[in-house]
């Protein structure tokens, strides 16, 4: 297959919904019909540009570790940020992704009639920022659409959201800055980079990933200089708190409840996808490069954070409040994955990133059609709607089993492949974080080190309470007689249906192909994390 090194489709890609948003402010407020078809034409077009892409990219394995299609312009010299986009295997897959998520928000929000005009346009601007970070190579660039981001999700959620809206859009867009403002300020701390330095680390893997491996900024991050720590902290911290992991997720339970329908489908499984994204491609090498003692404390605190997360899901009766508790515990097994830092367990993370975004897109948008007919989330006080809407227990109950690692489902081979690594059962590795020749064993232990098994074992038992809580939470909705109150529940409608029907197909097309969907696909992209880290 011919390799298109430079192209400039990425940059239409990431420009088409942006556009889209200002010709829809330039439709009359009263053009209800022009405006949702624009927007939802607008997006299906982006859905198709990033269909060409994937057939303009050349997946061969030596050609899908390198950033094709890459587009270079200048930008802010005396801080060496250029426009540079591109895209590796990973970083396609995670546009097409978040392009096909995009789409489906704008289809199914043909309930929303209140300022639909704006509703539109934060929409398509959220796409368009989401699709601008997934495809920047600038780290600078990068980190302006990460915090651009912002904005349409506090609009979103504080002009369409629930009762409680604008408290919880509040308390998310101030510690979502707090994240970008602790993102900027790590970068600042890293070396200045030259462009010498940019063209001197590998000519063939530039981008976010040659800022990583760059040989200054890898000192720094392996403790040889005094901003060391500062820098991993403020990093970790940022990546952290933005995708919500356990204990630093004081934003997430009231975000989850008050972002409704549609918009929640994107906006908090949009956040989900870019943060884990960065995680994997910024946060999981230079992690990797930490001391063993510093590692070993990061580990302590995501497995017992996970086990945490799922005992207080088990005391939830709210159900976005138990969606939330299911989310950090997926952002703390995508951590670990990283931190890990082998072949098996990278591939675990980017499968759980995945398939952790299309479960709670199904879990949303079961909770919102349950929301609109109940006018509450209280698990106490519901139940029997199994006998009520039949077609909703079907198409909802293939996202509860998934989010309960059931083989056969989207998440069960990313959830194995993580806890799995915990134990140093990779092949090739001989423990926790020996990721590649001469890394340092995760503690300096070998693979018997009873220290790798506790919080393997944490992880494993915050897995199984969830599990309990999932299935607890069908029951409780589900089983049972129906109330007298809820008897003039109607049917699931079209629009309501076209929502669920793809999710349930993703979900079972990534459960039973994960290796020709996943695995295969992004294997070059994994190695290449791997030579990065190990470097």
């Known amino acids: 297959m011919k390799t298109f090194d430079y192209s400039s489709i990425l940059t239409w890609l990431a420009a088409l919904p942006i556009l889209g948003s200002a010709v829809v402010a330039l439709l009359p407020p009263t053009r209800v019909r022009l405006i949702r078809n624009t927007a939802i034409a607008t997006l299906a077009g982006m859905v198709f540009l990033a269909a060409v892409t994937v057939r303009l990219f050349n997946w061969t394995h030596t050609a899908a570790s390198h950033f094709q299609l890459m587009q270079i312009g200048p930008w802010i010299p ?3 940020a250029t426009y540079f986009v591109g895209v590796d295997a990973l970083s396609m897959y ?16 043909y309930g929303v009639v209140q300022q639909l005009r704006a ?29 651009l981001s912002i904005f349409p999700m506090y609009f979103l959620t504080g002009l369409w959201g629930g009762e409680r809206r604008q408290p919880a859009a509040m308390k998310f867009g101030l510690f979502a800055l707090i994240s970008s403002g602790l993102f900027f300020v790590a970068i600042f701390l890293a070396p200045h980079l030259s462009t010498a330095a940019y063209q001197a680390v590998d000519a063939w893997h530039p981008g976010l990933s040659a800022w990583v491996k760059t040989h200054d900024l890898a000192m720094v991050a392996a403790g040889h200089q005094a901003s060391a720590l500062w820098f991993f902290w403020l990093l970790a911290i940022a990546l952290g708190l933005r995708i919500g992991v356990t204990g630093l997720h004081i934003w997430s339970p009231d975000y989850c409840c008050e972002t409704r329908g549609a918009a929640a489908i994107l906006v908090i499984g949009g956040n989900f996808l870019l943060t884990a994204y960065a995680i994997e491609r910024i946060g999981g090498p230079l992690l990797h490069l930490q001391s063993a003692h510093l590692q070993i404390v990061v580990g302590w605190v995501l497995a017992g954070g996970i086990l945490y997360t799922a005992l207080a899901a088990l005391a939830q009766n709210d159900l976005g409040r138990l969606i939330s508790c299911w989310m950090s515990l997926q952002a703390g097994l995508i951590s670990l994955g990283m931190l890990a830092f082998t072949a098996g367990s990278i591939q675990g993370a980017m499968l759980e990133t995945i398939g952790a975004v299309i479960c709670l897109a199904a879990l949303l948008w079961m909770c919102h059609i349950l929301e609109l007919r109940a006018h509450h989330r209280d698990l ?5 709607i199994s006998q009520l809407m039949p077609e909703l227990f079907g198409l909802s109950l293939p996202g509860f089993i998934a989010a309960m690692a059931v083989p056969g489902f989207c998440l069960f081979a990313g959830e194995f492949l ?7 059962l990779h092949p090739g590795s001989a423990s926790l974080g020996s990721a590649s020749p001469g890394s340092v064993p995760l503690g300096g232990a070998s693979s018997g080190s009873h220290w790798q098994a506790v919080p393997g074992i944490l992880v494993i038992l915050g897995l199984f309470l969830m599990i309990a809580t999932l299935l607890w939470t069908i029951e409780r909705v589900f089983f049972g007689n129906p109330r007298p109150e809820y008897s003039h529940f109607p049917r699931l409608t079209r629009m309501e249906r076209l929502v669920l029907v793809p999710l349930v197909a993703f979900n079972l097309a990534l459960g039973l192909c994960p290796m020709i969907l996943i695995i ?16």
Do not use: C, K, W
């Not at 495809?135 to 659409?145: D, H, K, P, R, Y």
């Not at 106490?380 to 029997?384: A, I, T, V």
């Not at 992004?522 to 994390?529: D, F, H, K, R, T």
């Open 94 to 109: 995670m546009t097409l992704f978040i392009s096909a998520l995009g789409l489906l928000a704008a289809l199914a929000s």
């Open 380 to 384: 106490s006080r519901l139940g029997g």
């Open 520 to 535: 295969d696909p992004l294997s070059p992209a994994i190695q290449s994390i791997l030579h990065f880290g190990g470097n």
């Open 78 to 80: 005396p801080l060496h």
């Open 119 to 147: 509703y539109y346009i934060f929409i398509m601007l959220l796409t368009g920022f989401f699709a601008g970070a997934l495809i920047a190579e600038n780290i600078f660039l990068f980190a302006l659409f990460f915090i």
């Open 418 to 424: 993580v806890v799995r690594s915990l134990f140093g």
